[in-house]
């Protein structure tokens, strides 16, 4: 009984040690922090930039990284946070309609570009060449959740306007529960065909092709932008990190993950297409 | 003789516990009201989502009983040649988290050719409701032989040795002697395992999707409105859970202690 009670004691003491070793407060003393929320999907920019940011500026950049909506969702219970990133226009509106977001202090910009396109499975088994071609016999589809998930708000937008919703609608045998689920299906192999954005490919070139749609038929294409939250303790160091983010060198980042850092760039594959805007700020 | 410091301790631990959750589930209340609530019980996606909760949530329990009462039984009755090292080997899944459990499910039969033989020759799991119900059954197995174990090692194995004298085969003394004495554990082992089956959502995510009015659990709607940042929705569907759950745990209890004990 002594021995069982000495090695409960050991292991107390032990994990209580470990545990305050990893226990590092957001909300510290030291206010030299910038705390980001950002969209999964673009994790490797953020973190690269971060470094860098770190190095330049002798500050620590915590990088809470999730899905935008339930990055949204933290922010507004917890009311704490410096940066917001979501990988949609729409979150930010929403952020500011909700008063997360403050845009007069930071007008919101454009970090990154995404265009629609098709992702197939490696060497494209099926021959999918074109939009049309989702709607073929025996072709099995994914798409994201057109409901909840922006990915498919967009997704159900471009085949609506192409008149191809209900006939490649029979083949989708899948609503994915995020961007990066949806990118995971064709990874899998899971499905032929996901109707993402176009970097998923570059996310993982080993396992994905990529087939791009038409320019003429793309009605939206979307962008990463960032904004400076109603209650950052230092918003000029908030700042600071957007600018890095758009700066030339972040751009050199964003492109090495196969991103569009320019509006031009990115209408020269969807001439037709609008893109969200951010209210008066205009994206 | 009064009441030691270490019964006064209990309590106050026990005390703890229950402020601890009753603290977490009264919070959706700040972001809902009942009039949500009942705009969400109105939605035709919301309604099918509960009744797929239910239904899949109930299938998994029942495949897990069929299969958790044997393996139960022979863990707590037989002493076989490796039994240390398939006890260790049955407690590892609790360790891998359900999202990642469904991705594998999913690559398995997608990939695999046994995989993808079941899956297109036999039941098709990937995207289907099948799949909600296989995902829960990955989760909630290991718990419930846990808890059936636990209800067989209550017996005493003599009972089964009178009976077994008395001229019962083995099957007979299992269904006729173990098998009702240990009827409050199996009931409460299933209780469980339903109630952590509806609220299963990675594994189901991973293997069966988030299609509508498919594969849409209450647990997935959930989180696809946590994805959306509609906060007032989480909340009014993780009280609609909550209830269900509420609603099974008095249901049960009433038939387990037949209102005898609350």
């Known amino acids: 009984m002594r021995k069982f009670a000495a090695l409960l004691s050991a292991v107390l003491v032990l994990s209580a040690v470990c545990a305050s070793a990893f226990y590092q407060p957001t909300e510290g003393t030291s206010p030299r922090e910038v705390v980001v929320f950002a969209g999964a999907a673009a994790a490797p920019v953020y973190r690269e930039v971060a470094a860098h940011f770190e190095s330049r500026y002798g500050v620590k950049v915590a990088l809470n990284l999730g899905g935008s909506g339930a990055l949204l969702s933290a922010l507004e219970i917890a009311r704490t946070g410096d940066v917001y990133i979501p990988g949609s226009p729409e979150y930010l509106v929403l952020a500011s309609k909700r008063g997360i977001v403050d845009f007069t202090a930071f007008e919101p910009r454009a970090l990154a570009y995404l265009v629609p396109a098709i992702i197939v499975q490696k060497g494209n088994p099926k021959n999918i060449t074109k939009l049309e071609d989702l709607a073929r016999p025996g072709i099995r589809v994914g798409v994201a959740n057109p409901e909840f998930v922006c990915l498919g708000l967009y997704t159900k937008e471009l085949l609506e306007e192409n008149g191809l919703w209900e006939a490649v609608n029979r083949n989708v045998v899948v609503h994915a529960e995020s961007c990066e689920a949806t990118a995971r299906l064709v990874y899998i192999g899971a499905v032929d065909a996901v109707i993402g954005w176009h970097v998923f490919y570059y996310w993982n070139p080993d396992k994905a092709d990529i087939v791009w749609i038409e320019p003429d038929k793309i009605p939206k294409i979307s962008y990463i932008a960032g904004a400076v939250t109603a209650f950052a303790r230092d918003g000029d160091l908030a700042v600071k990190f957007l600018d890095l983010l758009a700066s030339r060198e972040a751009r050199e980042i964003w492109r090495r993950y196969g991103y569009f850092t320019t509006l031009e760039e990115a209408k020269a594959r969807a001439p037709r297409a609008v893109i969200e805007g951010l209210g008066r700020y205009g994206g | ?262």
């Open chain 2, 1 to 262: 003789m009064g009441v030691s410091a270490f019964r006064v301790a209990s309590f106050l631990c026990l005390a703890i516990i229950l402020a601890f959750f009753l603290c977490a589930f009264t919070s959706p209340a700040a972001f809902t009201e009942p009039r949500r609530l009942a705009l969400a019980l109105m939605s035709d996606e919301i309604r099918f989502a509960i009744l797929l909760s239910i239904a899949t949530a109930t299938c998994s329990t029942l495949v897990s009983l069929v299969i958790g009462i044997p393996v139960a039984y022979v863990l707590s009755r037989s002493n076989f040649w490796g039994k240390t090292v398939v006890e260790g080997f049955l407690d590892i899944p609790m360790a891998v988290p359900p999202i990642a459990l469904g991705v594998m499910l999913l690559t398995f039969f997608v990939r695999n050719p046994l995989g993808s033989f079941i899956n297109e020759r036999i039941v098709r799991f990937v995207f289907e409701v099948p799949g909600i119900i296989l995902a829960q059954f990955a989760v909630i197995s290991i718990l419930t032989i846990k808890l059936l174990k636990e209800s067989f090692d209550g017996v005493p194995p003599r009972y089964e040795d009178v009976a077994r004298t008395l001229g019962y085969s083995e099957l007979e003394s299992f269904l006729y002697i173990t098998l009702p004495a240990a009827k409050r554990g199996i009931l409460g082992a299933a209780l469980l395992s339903w109630t952590r089956a509806l609220g299963e959502f990675g594994a189901t995510v991973a293997l069966a999707g988030a299609t509508r009015f498919k594969t849409e659990t209450l647990s997935v709607a959930i989180y696809l409105n946590l994805a959306a940042g509609n906060l007032e929705n989480v909340a009014a569907l993780s009280t609609i859970l909550l209830l269900i759950s509420c609603t099974a745990q008095v249901a049960v209890r009433r038939l387990l202690y037949g209102g005898s004990r609350p």
